[in-house]
Nanobody
Framework: VQLQACGGGLVQPGGSLRLSCAASGSIFSSAVMAWYRQAPGKQRELVASITSGGTTNYAGSVRGRFTISRDNAKNTVYLQMNSLKPEDTAVYYC?????????WGQGTLVTVSS
């Protein structure tokens, strides 16, 4: 399984970005998909996750601002990020969990700055 994340960039506070993560392989539709982020000098943290059935979970710091979704026909998971804050600056990673296996994509950098 390979995961390819994209969509990061520089955005002003209050702005929006949408991250995408495309997965290869046949497990996508049955995998739990998640977005993590790692800010400089901090540990990687869970941002949001979505089950194969569409149940979502969010970190408290992003709830109400970020939305995770998935398109099983396109093997892609999205993270819509609105009302971005400087503290959202981080490298964002997508992750697939299927049975006892975890797969990580490469990160995409999100910088929120004026």
């Amino acid at each position: 399984v390979q995961l390819q994340a994209c969509g990061g960039g520089l955005v002003q506070p209050g702005g929006s970005l949408r991250l995408s993560c495309a997965a290869s392989g046949s497990i996508f539709s049955s995998a739990v998909m998640a977005w993590y982020r790692q800010a400089p000098g901090k540990q990687r943290e869970l941002v949001a996750s979505i089950t194969s059935g569409g149940t979502t979970n969010y970190a408290g710091s992003v709830r109400g601002r970020f939305t995770i979704s998935r398109d099983n026909a396109k093997n892609t998971v999205y993270l819509q990020m609105n009302s971005l804050k400087p503290e959202d600056t981080a490298v964002y990673y997508c992750k697939a969990v299927w049975r006892d296996n975890s797969y990580w994509g490469q990160g995409t950098l999100v910088t929120v700055s004026s």
